[in-house]
């Protein structure tokens, strides 16, 4: 899938051009600060650091964790078949 976007107004397509002109050589380059910066969260949440919160709150130790590594499947994947 093409990755495009077409400034149609001149007047922000201009106020790119300054901007690249200022921070750096690309209008491209701009634009994906500009975008990221709207659309991308200040404080990403990692999976890991959710769940380990969560265990945090609920008081669980390594003990409990223990029980898992009981009945956990240790025999090692088969690979895929594709037939």
Do not use: W, Y
């Not at 500009?34 to 969260?41: D, V």
């Amino acid at each position: 899938m093409p990755r495009k976007v077409n400034v149609r107004f001149d007047e922000v397509h201009r106020a790119l051009r300054v901007r690249a002109a200022i921070h750096g050589p690309l209008i491209e380059a701009e634009v994906r600060d500009i975008l990221g910066r709207a659309f991308i969260p200040k404080q990403r949440v990692c999976m890991g650091d959710a769940l380990a919160e969560v265990g945090r709150r609920l008081g669980l130790t390594n003990d409990d964790f223990a029980v898992f590594d009981g009945v956990r499947d240790k025999a090692p994947p088969e690979p895929m078949r594709f037939e």
